[in-house]
């Protein structure tokens, strides 16, 4: 059967041949564990996404939400999936038995995360965002919060949100105005409006919980002066049970380019009666807790994208082996000649490997930082820990933007692949790249990210961590040096490594100095090229360990008779696709990384110059 959604044989691969997740079982937190074990989870992931909630995909989109008298109704179809991912517990995978969750690791987690984000992520994230909710819970909250809260959110019994952005101040959080008022029994009185709110409203669980961003009165302007509130749209008595609807409501669900089946909402509160929230950790510290919030957020926005990436390079991969148009170019001028399945057009394998490569990369690149949290957790002493941690901060913008950037490229470059029938509604790429596109936007655009990375990230003690992070780079090219058939890939990542610690000093030496907006007017251009850098690492990496496994498989063999033995031998043609993934993108796509950085070191500041007449327009 064709593959669907995510390559299980890929899958795999990084699990248990790259990052070794087996290593994790001879660790305290997760000495039960065995490969069966994960085999098994990953493979009723797979059958639950394929067979639950891929059919929703297509229905969801034509059938979008519906906004009736303040009540968001959700489309049918969702409704079972919904309630078979709460009984067979698929929402917290990563999390404390104790609080509902199966203690997985977190590369586990991303593995089943595939089929289920590929599947439908419309659907999905109706399930999936009460972690985010929980876990500022658990991090930050009081004893009875937990207990009030915490299995409800992980569960997905409750549903869960991030209320943060105001009509005013849109990515600009410290400019909001929604005001805290404290209330006689130790709670407080909301009020405000907030938008953009994913699963605001909905009719699949009894409660949604918001955390809502919102200033006490009297306290400082800007971001020092926000807190945040557990705002229940159904109050939550002492003893657990539901008391009085609350006042937040929703006003009214945006209509988007993409995630139809997905309810964005506005939300008032306060506006008719009394909203109550609970203020969840200190005074003023909002912002502090809700980057908790944000980070794994971000994490999962970036996941968003290479899920539906790799399902759109799965559409492809499939369409270009099946649909037959086009005589063979070895064919010449004979007009007998039978025509061929696209997969053999040269320009259409060019489109696939350079979609494999991005996919495999991006999936390689995400289970790394899940290992870093699973070896952060696991970590037998603080300097292992905090090594760890280090990487997740330096990587999480990369994961998020970068990955969302791609993942979106991806999509539409499989609706190249499609023709003609890409563009319509009969093929499900074109879906994928509407719903796909929001990922670049939410949870802070590629801007915001790539500000972060250069204001805040490359300069992590002192430069000490990037410059870590560029040696895990080139312990895998000393890793390919040594053999002969990779040797000249890792001359040239080795030479874009350089390249990149280079132009990092440059670009962050000017951040700092009075040519600032010229540095952070480069730093998306930057942002993408240490994500080709990382590609490239991804899948030279990936390289290294394919290219013995292949010569155990065909030894010496060479043109006709290796090409025989890769059609013969699946195992074969997999490590042989490896080597030629990492072979494609270092030698045709890095060379355009290169060129970005040259252009980031030249510090052209046209972008600054430009008055905004010269924008035209008027």
Partial sequence: MAQQIADRRDIDFVLYEQLDVEQLFKTQKHRDLNKKMVDMVVTEARAFGIKEVLPTHSEGDRVGVRFENGKVVVPECYRRPYQLMVENEWTSLTE????????????????????????????????????????????FGTEKQKELFLEKLYTAQWGGTMDLTEPQAGSDVGALITSAKPLDDGTYAITGNKIYITNGEHDLTENIIHPVLARIEGAPAGTKGISIFIVPKIWVNEDGSLGEPNDIVCTGTE???????????????????ICRGL???????????????????????????????????????????????????????????PSVPIIRHP??????????????????????????????????????????????????????????GRGFEVCIEAMQVHGGCGYTMDY???????????????????????????GRKLGMKNGAVFMDFLGEIKS??????????????ATALEAAVDQLGETA????????????????????????????????????????????????????????KKQALLEKDKNAAFYDGQIQSARYFIRSVLPVALGRLAAVRASDDATLKISERGFGGL
């Fill in 96 to 139: 404390d038995p104790a609080v509902g969750g199966q203690g997985l690791p977190h590369m586990v987690m991303r593995a089943a995360g595939e089929y289920f984000i590929g599947a439908n992520y419309a659907m999905v994230i109706y399930a999936m965002e009460g972690h985010g909710t929980g876990k500022m819970i658990e991090l």
């Fill in 255 to 273: 209509e988007k380019m993409g995630l139809h089946g997905s309810a964005t909402c506005s939300m008032s509160m306060g506006s008719k009666g």
């Fill in 279 to 337: 203020l969840l950790g200190e005074e003023n510290a909002g912002m502090k807790i809700m980057f908790h919030m944000m980070n794994e957020a971000r994490l999962d926005v970036g996941f968003m994208g290479f899920c539906n990436a790799t399902a759109a390079f799965m559409h492809a991969v499939n369409f270009a082996r099946e649909r037959i148009q086009g005589r063979d170019l070895a064919d010449g001028k004979n007009a007998e000649a």
């Fill in 347 to 404: 320009d259409v394998r060019r489109m696939l490997l350079w979609m494999k490569a991005h996919v495999e990369g991006m999936r390689s690149f995400i289970y790394f930082v899940a290992r870093c949290f699973d070896l952060a957790e696991c970590a037998a002493d603080e300097s292992e820990r905090a090594r760890n941690d280090d990487f997740i901060a330096l990587l999480t913008p990369l994961i998020k933007a970068y990955c969302a």
């Fill in 428 to 454: 499900p790429v074109e879906q994928l790249a509407r719903d796909c596109k929001i990922a670049s936007i939410f949870e802070g655009t590629d801007g915001i990210q790539a500000m972060d990375l250069l």
């Fill in 476 to 489: 895998i090219v000393e890793q390919a040096k040594a053999m002969d058939a990779l040797s000249p890939m």
């Fill in 505 to 560: 000093m440059a670009i962050g030496k000017q951040a700092m100095s009075p040519e600032f907006k010229t540095a952070f007017a480069s730093a998306h251009p930057f942002m993408m090229a240490m994500g080709d850098v990382i590609m490239g690492w991804m899948l030279l990496w990936r390289a290294v360990i394919a290219a013995p496994k292949l010569f155990k498989i065909v030894g010496d063999a060479a043109g006709e």
